[in-house]
């Protein structure tokens, strides 16, 4: 989960981030109309520069007028524990109360006369800020980026200030069924673990988090190596190195004692959480098995195979002409409002599932046709669901990074967990290169008689037995 605020108006705010695929397809202006095949030869280059201090930056030019900024680091829930939990994400919302050299209100002006946008994500593995602006002020953006990062003013009225609106926000995601119901999912399947964490924290830790530990955790997790400055649209890269050299060269590259943190192993355990409400109109369940870490050779068959299970909502419309077999299923019986696959990965795990919105009813055959879908997958998948699967994947894939703000969150993600960015051609080879033994081999290894994790929340009284899901995790030849 992502944290997801708004701060001054439309200009000073922070995003909510989805996990994105690491693929690419940036059209050249004027150049709408050209095929898939000329978009992967013509996909401007991504060019890296690593400073002497260990801090990266990457950076793809597209002429545009607009261009995107922003530094990644390698920090987020997954960096804290139960006492500090919520850290990163209060770090993030004093980050727009101002600096020492721009207080809040200097801030706020700088932004607005650029017309600019400033915004800001933390996630289990990464912290994100970036500014949306013109190309012509990408010096003043990048000047602002590292006041931010490295000069945030951290005074005690201002942090007791902000205890009551991260403890409002996390009211306000208590509302959101199923930003709780995957963060459920992740406290059953990585229970004792750094993953487990929300981002958000508990409450109870919103009124305990004091400067020291702000500053803690700046101390311990902004460091060079573990930096990224990307940028993608009207940039250039030599440029935007130079800003660089002059504004991140005294980030410190160096720990404490050496002590260099180093990231415990986070087991996942199948398992369930049940949170049954009877007066909520609708249930939210979520299952899921381990999935693949994020530079694993297996996550481009199971990309495909997500896709080929596909996704539907009522509000789309569609019948029994929809490409996938769940969605069909779930029109012509009307088992659910929605469902979507997903695939969360990270540095050296991952969480593979289905997450569906259904009334009380039919909790019990969504539930069964999602895992029969599973097991399809790991049996009998076809030659013509895999190709449907690998166009549909290419094409949400390419819808999902159109503008320089996805494109460079793309970059700097990238950067963070390949140490490159990874080239358009080369995914789509990968797609290519995935058959239906691949997929099947791929599911049976991550999907076949493993225990899932399950997180339902709401009226849940029919969600079967965790045995009788475990038990739907094979199926019985004869």
């Excluded at 009225?157 to 902000?162: F, H, N, S």
Aim: net charge negative.
């Amino acid at each position: 989960m992502a944290a997801s605020v708004c701060r001054v108006g439309s200009t000073v705010g922070r995003a909510l981030t989805k996990t994105r695929s690491p693929i690419l397809l940036s059209l050249r202006r004027g150049r709408a109309s050209v095929s898939y095949a000329q978009s992967l030869a013509g996909a401007p280059e991504t060019r890296l520069t690593t400073l002497d201090n260990g801090f990266r930056v990457a950076s793809e030019e597209t002429g545009h007028a607009t261009c995107t900024v922003g530094v990644w680091i390698g920090a987020g829930s997954r960096y804290e524990s139960e006492m500090n939990n919520g850290t990163g994400f209060f770090l993030e919302h004093m980050a727009f109360k101002g600096t020492k050299k721009y207080p809040q209100t200097a801030l706020e002006q700088q932004v607005e006369s650029m017309g600019a946008h400033l915004s800001a994500y933390t996630s289990r593995e990464h912290t994100a800020y970036y500014i949306k602006t013109l190309a012509k002020d990408l010096p003043k953006a990048v000047e602002l980026l590292s006041e931010v990062v490295q000069s945030c003013s951290l005074n005690e009225p201002e942090i007791e200030q902000q205890r009551k609106v991260v403890l409002r926000e996390l009211e306000e995601v208590e509302g959101n069924l199923q930003e709780v119901c995957l963060d459920l999912l992740h406290a059953t399947a990585f229970q004792g673990t750094a993953l487990g964490h929300s981002v958000l924290g508990p409450s109870k830790n919103a009124w305990s988090l004091t400067r020291q530990d702000l500053v803690e955790y700046i101390n311990s997790h902004f460091k060079g190596p573990r930096m990224v400055l990307a940028a993608a649209g009207g940039v250039n890269h030599e440029e935007l190195v130079s800003l660089a050299k002059s504004h991140f060269n005294k980030v410190s590259f160096q720990y404490e004692g050496d002590a260099i943190p180093v990231l415990p192993p986070c087991r996942f355990t199948g398992s369930e959480i049940r949170m049954r409400d009877d007066g909520l109109p609708l249930a939210h369940v979520a299952i899921a098995v381990e999935g693949a870490s994020a530079a694993s050779p297996d996550i481009v068959p199971l990309m495909v195979a997500n896709s080929i299970v596909g996704s539907y909502d009522l509000t789309y419309g569609g019948g029994k002409h929809l490409s996938s077999r769940l969605a069909r299923i779930a029109v012509e019986e009307n088992l659910c409002h929605s469902f979507q696959t997903f695939h969360s990965s990270y540095v050296d795990t991952g969480l593979l599932g289905i997450y569906f919105v259904t009334d009380k009813h039919h909790i019990e055959d969504m539930m069964h046709w999602s895992q029969n879908a599973w097991m399809n997958l790991c049996t009998t998948v076809t030659e013509s669901d895999v190709a449907r699967g690998k166009n549909a994947l290419k094409a949400s894939l390419v819808g999902q990074l159109n503008g320089t703000t996805p494109i460079c969150d793309e970059i700097g993600r990238n950067i963070l967990n390949y140490d490159r960015r990874i080239p358009l051609a080369e995914w789509d080879a990968r797609i290519d290169a995935v058959t239906p033994k691949m997929v099947r081999d791929v599911c049976s290894k991550y999907i076949y008689d493993k225990c899932p994790a399950v997180a339902a929340v709401g009226p849940i009284e029919q969600l079967p037995d965790y045995n009788r899901m475990r038990s739907a995790m094979y199926w019985l030849r004869f």
